[in-house]
């Protein structure tokens, strides 16, 4: 059984650009979940998404978005990157047996974006 | 607020020396889960266990065990007889009833077994 697949795994951008990330969740898992990790900050929700619709949102300014597709894969941008944006983003894709706060969130190997 | 508190940064032990990673947590939810993960260098985070708030259980998976203690809001975790390959950094990890996606994570414990 897949894991879950991040591309690219690793990039490079400058001040102003933007950068679009990608996500495969586990087959038939339909909750794609977003977090941004860096050493200063550590692990940060950005937001999370379940059947095309963002459920919920952190503390992100809206340079940050995402978006899901129907076959529950999933990209978030960010637009006019900022040298703090440098990190190792971490998507995660749930089952949702019920949203009790009881689902395991199986993680892919992440996406480090380093901006110049 | 929800919070999570790991005041280990870091730990060096010798091989085959057990090694307990502490984990404090805030919460005002009556229904919450915890969780540890283990981030090794690849970067992907590796599930290692749930613990709801209803029970207190302790568990022991081989040489991994773990704490629940409600009256002081804790959920340790450790390791009997560490091996190198354990080397990696922990995290504590907190998620509420309404948020089951959500998780409120530690700053993580970075764990170096020397052989």
């Known amino acids: 059984k897949a894991g879950v697949t991040q591309t690219p795994r690793y990039l490079i951008k400058t001040r102003g650009q933007q950068v679009t990330l990608s996500c495969s969740p586990i087959?038939?898992?339909?909750?794609v979940s977003w977090y941004q990790q860096t050493p200063g900050q550590g692990l940060q929700f950005l937001f999370e998404?379940?059947?095309?619709?963002?459920?919920n949102k952190g503390n992100f300014p809206g340079r940050f978005s995402g978006r899901q597709f129907s076959n529950s894969r999933s990209e978030m941008n960010v637009s006019t990157l900022e040298l703090g944006d440098s990190a190792l983003y971490l998507c995660?894709?749930?089952?949702?047996?019920?949203?009790?706060?009881?689902?395991?969130?199986?993680f892919g190997a992440g996406s480090r974006l380093t901006v110049l | 607020a929800q919070k999570v508190t790991q005041a280990q940064t870091e730990i060096s032990v010798v091989e085959k020396e057990d090694v307990t990673l502490d984990c404090v947590y805030e919460?005002?939810?009556?229904?919450?889960?915890l969780f540890w993960y283990k981030q090794p260098p690849s970067g992907e985070l590796v599930f290692l266990i749930r613990?709801?708030?209803?029970?207190?259980q302790n568990e022991i998976s081989g040489r991994y065990s773990w704490n629940f203690q409600k009256s002081t809001s804790s959920f340790n975790f450790t390791i009997t007889a560490s091996q190198v390959v354990d080397s990696a950094v922990y995290f504590c990890?907190?998620?509420?009833?309404?948020?089951?996606?959500?998780?409120?994570f530690g700053s993580g414990t970075r764990l170096l077994v020397r052989p």
């Open positions: 995660a894709s749930s089952l949702e047996v019920s949203n009790s706060g009881a689902n395991v969130l199986t």
């Open positions: 087959s038939g898992h339909r909750s």
């Open positions: 998404y379940f059947s095309e619709t963002q459920r």
């Open positions: 919460t005002r939810d009556t229904t919450y889960y």
């Open positions: 613990r709801n708030s209803f029970d207190e």
């Open positions: 990890a907190l998620s509420e009833r309404d948020s089951s996606y959500k998780l409120i």
